[in-house]
């Protein structure tokens, strides 16, 4: 599913313009993006956490040059679903085998 796609339901659902949605939906995502930029945790009860996880300092490869490097210290962002939300995704979900 595109943003686009959830536009379109979300448009189609509430009977809003799309054009109205698009931008609600985009002021919803810039304002995720600023707050993690500055260090604030996103907390949405019922669907998940948009927070910040600090990746250690590691030791890496140049596989090409066959040397090691320095990988520092840094921040990422990351997802963290609420258990309901898990839990819908496990019963109301097919397992695909590959």
């Given at each position: 599913?595109?943003?686009?796609?959830?536009?379109?339901?979300?448009?189609?659902?509430?009977?809003?313009?799309?054009?109205?949605?698009?931008?609600?939906?985009?002021?919803?995502?810039?304002?995720v993006?600023?707050?993690?930029?500055?260090?604030?945790?996103?907390?949405?009860?019922?669907?998940?956490?948009?927070?910040?996880?600090?990746?250690?300092?590691?030791?890496?490869?140049?596989i090409?040059?066959?040397?090691?490097?320095?990988?520092?210290?840094?921040?990422?962002?990351?997802?963290?679903?609420?258990?309901?939300?898990?839990?819908?995704?496990?019963?109301n979900?097919?397992?695909?085998?590959?």
């Amino acid at each position: 599913m595109t943003k686009a796609d959830i536009v379109a339901k979300i448009s189609e659902k509430l009977g809003l313009e799309k054009g109205d949605v698009q931008a609600t939906v985009e002021s919803f995502m810039e304002e995720v993006k600023n707050s993690l930029e500055t260090g604030d945790n996103v907390y949405l009860r019922g669907f998940g956490s948009f927070i910040i996880k600090t990746r250690a300092e590691k030791t890496g490869r140049n596989i090409s040059k066959n040397t090691t490097i320095k990988i520092p210290a840094h921040n990422i962002p990351a997802f963290k679903p609420a258990k309901v939300f898990v839990e819908g995704v496990k019963t109301n979900t097919e397992t695909k085998v590959n």
